[in-house]
């Protein structure tokens, strides 16, 4: 392994993305010193990855765990660019050799609908915070903010995400109905789904009163972002791709018997008494990727609660220049940051997607056996860890070309390095990181945590 020394390069975020590319940068020499907004590196793994998926979060949570520890690397958590940490100060006058941003895509979509974000805790819930929340809610330390989960909520999206947060108030709507009959289930037993559960104890779940929610998209069930056809694809190939999120939306009503609209658009607010109680819809008629609204078709949705579920995109962060909801990164190859010459981007705050999925290269057969997996509606007993294979593998390919643009700056003298080291030691004593990796990992994991 090559010397650590002439290089230093600060990385925001240190998830699938970020610690791929502080293990290239420290297996080629060059010191790396990863800012982590968390206590814990894992990113939307432990925060947006719903905690039914145990045993492959435990996995990924080991493999970064085993980059960050890697000579070379230094890790500094709970401090969050733009509110512990400046932009520009971090830029211009820490020192770096460069700054790689890797942090994600963590803001939800605004729902689209004027007014609607005064809303947000009176009846509007986004997509982030209530995974968040269904992840943590169960550990004994968890002081987040609590939210319910009632039956026949609404949920606006369509994506993979959307199909996650439907998953979630069917679960806890249908556990909380057999405790009332005096059947004891576990999240797991039913994320096997509902009427599996059910049938050998004799339980028809229609009998157990639940409405359920309702999931509305905007465009055809065919062209809800569920599977993607290969690139260039012929006619054929997206027809088949359709075919599959058609097969791909059934099985997951099946399983867990949520409601499904597609064709409907949000365009207005009904508030009663201070609070969001439902939407105002629209019917729409799809050509290509328009949709537009019908006159005509208006009408009204109430609900308790309205999840909004369309997309995930970087965070605002001060002093960060953007267009429109993405950061000014030019160049895809090579992302750097438009009027900086040492300031790269890597991962999904580069593509501006949220979701673990979307940002993947695979082939039709390939991608659909892992996104059914995912949404746990396969035959492939839930295993995706190639989807993170992918992941890594299109992170450590742009860590390659910025490792490259990295050499092109100027080498730091060992004085430049001791003052960084100190800066970056202050940092991790403030926020009572003073051991080693492993320690603090122990540390900071809640006991409980599932």
Known sequence: MAEHGQYYVAIVGGAVSGSVAAELLADHGIRVAVFEQNKRPYGKIEDGLPRWHAEQRRQEYRRIDARLKKPGIQFIPSVKLGQDLDFRDLCDHWGFSAVILANGAWRDRDL??????????????????????????????????????????????????????????????????????????????????????????????????????????????????????????????????????????????????????????????????????????????????????????????????????????????????????????????????????????????????????????????????LIENYMGVGEGGGDFSGLYASAEARAAARATAVEEGVKTLPALSPSQVAALDQRIRSLQQRVGYTSDYDSWIAKVTPPDLE
């Not at 947000?120 to 989960?149: R, T």
């Not at 229609?206 to 409405?211: M, T």
């Not at 160049?331 to 040492?342: E, F, K």
């Open 112 to 369: 689209g609908v004027p007014g609607a974000e005064q809303y947000v805790g009176k009846g509007l819930l986004y997509q982030n915070p209530f995974i968040h929340w269904y992840n943590h809610k169960s550990e004994k330390g968890y002081s987040g903010p609590q939210y319910d989960a009632p039956d026949e909520a609404l949920v606006v999206g369509g994506g993979l995400a959307s199909i996650d947060v439907v998953k979630i108030l069917q679960l806890e709507n249908y556990a909380r109905a057999l405790q009332a009959r005096g059947v004891e289930s576990t999240l797991h037993d039913l994320e096997k789904g509902i009427p599996a559960f059910c049938k050998p104890r004799g339980i028809d779940p229609a009998s157990l009163g639940v409405k359920g929610c309702l999931l509305i998209y905007r465009r055809r069930e065919q062209d809800m972002p569920l599977a993607q056809p290969p690139e260039n694809a012929t006619p054929e190939q997206i027809a088949k791709t359709e075919h599959v999120r058609q097969k791909m939306i059934r099985l997951a009503r099946d399983r867990y018997l949520f409601r499904f609209q597609d064709r409907r658009m949000a365009t207005g607010l009904i508030v009663e008494g201070g609070r969001l109680t439902g939407l105002k819809l629209t019917e729409t008629k799809v050509e290509g990727r328009k949709a537009d609204p019908i006159p005509g078709s208006e009408h009204e949705l109430r609900a308790p609660l309205v999840v909004s579920s369309i997309g995930s995109v970087p965070e605002a962060i001060p002093g960060v220049a953007m267009k429109g909801e993405y950061y000014t990164f030019t160049d895809d190859n090579l992302p750097r940051y438009a009027g900086s010459d040492h300031v790269f981007g890597v991962g999904n705050v580069v593509t501006g997607q949220g979701n673990i999925r979307v940002s993947l290269d695979h082939s039709q057969k390939v991608t659909t056996q």
